[in-house]
């Protein structure tokens, strides 16, 4: 094999069993029925006739709801008075009914995009003067992504977010996620811009993925204008007016803070008074002294009418992100979250949007003593079913980040996000190449099978925002006390959550891992690059040497296989494309100090080489070691990790294996393989086949869906290199981290068959 195609070294086989009956197709939707031969660049895109004007309003005054002055300047500024606007554009217009809109449509969404790039404003380095969204709307960029096979772009969080003390903005406190207005931050670049970018996607043949964050926002105008009792504003948020003859209940809020978290004995004292759900299942970011519950105090607050009120509000996530309640009868929060999505569709020009944090969408109280239900909620799926809807129904499709239970996966897929962020695979693969074995990647793997979740409607990634997620939720909470067999044991599902996170820790951090962080009880700060480092052994990231690198390229090549040689999406970020090592902690000290280890994963990066000598991001993230150098010099390289990839990412289009149906996922023959089975639109057999051991194995590859006989065809080099024998499978001959794809071609029709 050459060093251009470096995962078609070792090749597998499959096939499809004579005595099975022919797969049958999935279920046509609307979508598939009524507009199957539309092409994706013809749907019906529905524009806004005009664009929304933000009034400016000047600045007079104190800070306060007897300022008339103040509250207009909030009102200019909300989010809720921008989508009431918006949406008087698009009712009574026949261009809202032109798109099915019931069902999500996994497959059209992957046929519109399925190699994703998901870029980090904050950390990509730009030429100098040049804004993010400008950098991203590059024509030489575009053709770079388009030579690798990029065909989607999902830009992050790029709207203003942070907070508001008085007139005064206060910073983001979670990497723009903490939304507070519908307009793109100028760090970023203009709305113009924006356009421009989208423009220059479709001219090369992709699409632009923005966000919406139905579950919170920041501490913004309209949280502002919520506290001062004005409008429908209170009923955007989980937020509860307490009695003055309570507040004795209350802690005081400290000088300087707006507000403060409830301590556990608060919090149960409140719902004991009936104020409040209480404690919920859990406590996400949870950290003594600072979010010891869901809820949080503000101080005293005087609002329009005159009176002074202190209200309860809920945050899943840090107290600067109040969480949107999708159940109050005025319903503004669901107005809100609708506007800011039309905008970005439909104003802006995005054709696809993520759905943030949208598992917690409902809450609701329990008895006898139990947590509040918030987790798989009915109303979160009714929110997801709506927003979802409303996307389709103007033309885009959205994808969510939904770390529950692979039972509530399931369920938000039937009437919710066409996609889903694969958090059922993405610890297990990090799982098989720190131990070098892939029993717990087969089980999640099996598991997602057995309970329905397609794999095709899944967002497969790499390195992302966060951190590596090991939370493990559908093990640790639906089902804990179920038995699973592994490792030759029965165990419960809360043991075996244990023990892949203890393996996770024990090899990707800790002392002889200094380079990778514990991000509290959710994952491992770090990234691809260093999670391959710490499963190598390689202790310092200064001893890496060249050699190094090559062996680091090699199995980050087995990482991309896994996860775009099978049905769906395939995601990676500039971190993967370049190679991207942790910062060390004392460059990004200050931001680590509130216990926010995620920051060493987010180095600033440079993809195209314009800024050589920077050395930040104009965000001001510090500039990280690239191993793989930037695109423009990988692209004159063809054994580098892009033009490696480019190939991997050229059959896998050419086989039609994103669209595929996962048909098995056989036991194997060596701890450290991996097989997986489909069924491709040609009625073909494929199969993918990957060594996470760091030794080399030849071994018989088996599955009852492979027919004796047939030919395995390594899809890189179109030759066959193996027949189907009469147990239903061939050998496979794999050196340490490579990965290959196969086709199974029915064997030859005898004479007078």
């Not at 005081?252 to 209480?278: C, H, Q």
Request: some cysteine; overall charge negative; proline content about 6%.
């Amino acid at each position: 094999m050459s060093e251009r195609e470096p995962m078609a070294e070792d090749t597998a086989t499959s096939g499809v069993s004579g005595e099975e009956p022919a797969p049958q197709p999935p279920d046509v939707n609307f979508a598939e029925y009524f507009h199957e031969a539309r092409p994706r660049t013809l749907r019906h895109r529905a524009r806004v006739r005009s664009t929304v004007r933000r009034r400016s309003v000047a600045q007079d005054g104190p800070a306060s709801g007897e300022n008339p002055v103040y509250v207009s300047w909030l009102l200019a500024q909300s989010m809720l008075g921008h989508a009431d606007e918006l949406a008087r554009q698009f009712s009574g217009q026949g261009s809202m009914w032109q798109n099915p809109f019931a069902s999500p449509g996994p497959r059209h969404a992957v046929e519109t995009a399925s190699v994703w790039f998901t870029a980090y404003p904050i950390s990509l380095i730009t030429r100098p003067g040049v804004s993010f969204l400008g950098a991203l709307g590059d024509e030489e960029l575009w053709q770079a992504f388009e030579t690798i096979g990029i065909e989607g772009v999902h830009t992050g969080p790029v709207k203003r977010a942070g907070g508001l003390s008085g007139w005064q903005p206060t910073p983001s406190v979670d990497g723009h996620f903490d939304r507070i207005s519908n307009e793109i931050d100028p760090v970023f670049g203009t709305e113009d811009e924006f356009r421009g970018m989208c423009a220059t996607a479709t001219w090369h043949g992709g699409t632009i993925i923005d966000d919406v964050v139905p579950g919170h926002t920041g501490k913004g105008p309209d949280f502002r204008l919520a506290e001062l009792a004005y409008g429908d504003y209170p009923g955007i948020y989980h937020m509860v007016e307490i009695e003055p003859g309570d507040w004795g209940m209350l802690p005081d809020v400290p000088p300087g803070r707006d507000s403060v978290n409830l301590d556990a004995a608060t919090e149960e004292a409140l719902e004991k008074s009936g104020y409040i759900v209480g404690r919920l299942q859990r406590v996400i970011f949870y950290r003594e002294g600072v979010k010891e519950t869901n809820w949080s105090v503000t101080g005293e607050v005087t609002g329009v009418d005159g009176v002074v009120r202190r209200w309860v509000y809920l945050h899943y996530f840090k107290d600067g992100q109040p969480s949107v309640n999708w159940l109050d009868p005025t319903f503004a929060g669901m107005r809100m979250v609708m506007g800011d999505a039309l905008h970005s569709l439909a104003d802006l020009g995005s054709g696809a949007l993520r759905l943030d944090a949208n598992g917690f969408l409902g809450v609701e109280k329990s008895t006898g003593g139990m947590p509040g239900w918030s987790e798989g909620h009915p109303l979160s799926e009714a929110a997801n079913h709506l927003i979802a809807s409303m996307v389709r129904k103007v033309g885009g499709f959205t994808f969510q980040e939904l770390n529950l239970t692979v039972d509530d996966i399931k369920v938000t897929s039937e009437a919710g996000a066409d996609l889903s962020y694969d958090f059922i695979n993405r610890p297990a693969y990090h799982h098989a190449l720190a131990t070098s074995d892939t029993e717990f990647l087969r089980l999640t793997l099996r598991t997602a099978l057995d309970l329905g979740v397609d794999p095709a409607s899944l967002v497969h990634a790499l390195q992302n925002h966060d951190e590596l997620t090991y939370e493990l939720v559908h093990w640790t909470a639906g089902h804990a006390t179920e038995l699973f067999v592994f490792r030759g044991e029965e165990i419960t599902g809360g043991e075996l959550a244990d023990t892949i996170r203890r393996d996770l820790c024990d090899q990707l951090a800790g002392p002889d891992v200094p380079y990778n962080l514990i991000f509290t009880t959710n994952g491992i700060a770090c990234t691809t690059a260093t999670v391959i480092a710490a499963s190598l052994g390689i202790t310092a990231l200064d001893d890496i040497t060249p050699d190094d690198v090559d062996r680091i390229r090699r199995v980050h090549l087995l990482l991309v296989m896994f996860n775009a040689f099978q049905p769906g999406v395939f995601a990676l970020s500039g971190w993967d494309l370049l190679g991207m090592l942790t910062l060390p902690p004392e460059q990004v000290s200050d931001l680590l100090a509130s216990g926010d280890t995620r920051w060493i994963s987010r180095p600033a990066h440079d993809l195209m080489g314009h800024s050589p000598g920077a050395d930040r991001s104009s965000a001001g993230m510090p500039r990280g070691r690239s191993l793989y150098g930037p695109l423009p010099d990988q692209l004159t390289d063809e054994t580098s990790f892009a033009r490696q990839m480019q190939a991997i990412l050229a059959v896998r289009k050419h086989s039609g294996v994103a669209t595929a149906r996962q048909i098995d996922v056989p036991d194997v023959a060596h701890r450290g393989l991996l097989v997986m089975v489909h069924a491709l639109d040609d009625g073909r057999t494929q199969a993918t086949v990957l060594n996470f051991a760091d030794e080399h194995v030849d071994a018989a590859v088996r599955s009852d869906h492979f027919e004796p006989g047939s030919q395995v065809v390594d899809l890189f080099s179109g030759e066959t290199v193996g027949t189907v024998d009469d147990l239903n499978g061939f050998r496979v001959d794999m050196t340490p981290f490579r990965a290959t794809a196969v086709v199974l071609e029915a064997p030859p029709v005898e004479d007078g068959a």
